[in-house]
């Protein structure tokens, strides 16, 4: 089955701790994307990556870091993180070019404390 | 800076009222206009536009996009309470960049 998984679903941790938030995609897709959806705020891409080893920054990278060491995979690290970084964490990805849609894991609800 | 700005920002109707969601965007490049469904969890595809005036259906929605005035919109018909969700807007610009709008919350009571 065609789909982006995204691992932990959910995550409490406290101020500072390192976490990595997993990404793969099967559907050998070139782009890949994370985002962060807040009340109010809607959907806001942290960074993004067109290939491997390619990536750049979305509208809201800061406090976050990104790798594309292979191309299904696209891990979201926050070295150190903080409250303001409670959110809900999207991964999608899509074939590169503006013609393809783009298809979203489920999803990773985060909590700093 | 690519600017998508939706509205309403929530609406409650009933079964059965028509529904138009109204998506305006401001893009340096604009390659294209998404719509996606988005109920308690990942946001799900619904149509993509590239083109002016060309409706896109898919059984009670619908959608057009109007590049000269830089809007679309979404119509569902005979609205059914599993249609109730957030409804989102995007524009794709340069490098596949999605650009979401805040989402038009979407209430249908029985």
């Known amino acids: 089955e065609a789909q982006v998984t995204q691992n932990p679903r959910y995550l409490i941790t406290v101020t500072g701790k390192k976490l990595t938030v997993t990404c793969s995609q099967n559907m050998n897709h070139e782009y890949m994307s994370w985002y962060r959806q807040d009340p109010g705020l809607g959907l806001r891409q942290i960074y993004y990556?067109?290939?491997?080893?390619?990536?750049d920054k979305g509208d809201v990278p800061e406090g976050y870091k990104v790798s594309r060491k292979e191309k299904r995979n696209f891990p979201l690290i926050l070295e150190s993180p903080s409250p303001n970084q409670t959110s809900l964490y999207f991964c999608?990805?899509?074939?590169?070019?503006?013609?393809?849609?783009?298809?979203f894991g489920p999803g990773t609800r985060l909590t700093v404390t | 800076e690519d600017k998508v700005v939706q509205s309403p920002l929530s609406l409650v109707v009933h079964e059965g009222d028509t529904v138009t969601l109204n998506c305006s965007y401001e893009?340096?490049?604009?390659?294209?206009l998404l719509w996606y469904k988005q109920e308690k969890k990942a946001p799900t595809f619904l149509f993509m536009l590239t083109s002016s005036g060309i409706e896109k259906k898919s059984g009670r929605l619908s959608s057009i996009l109007d590049k000269k005035e830089l809007f679309s919109i979404l119509n569902i018909t005979a609205t059914q309470t599993g249609d109730s969700a957030i409804y989102l807007c995007?524009?794709?610009?340069?490098?596949?960049?999605?650009?979401f709008g805040k989402g038009i919350t979407l209430s249908v009571r029985p």
């Open positions: 990556s067109m290939n491997v080893e390619v990536t």
């Open positions: 999608a990805s899509s074939l590169l070019g503006t013609s393809y849609e783009q298809y």
């Open positions: 995007a524009d794709t610009g340069a490098n596949s960049k999605l650009t």
């Open positions: 893009v340096t490049n604009f390659r294209s």
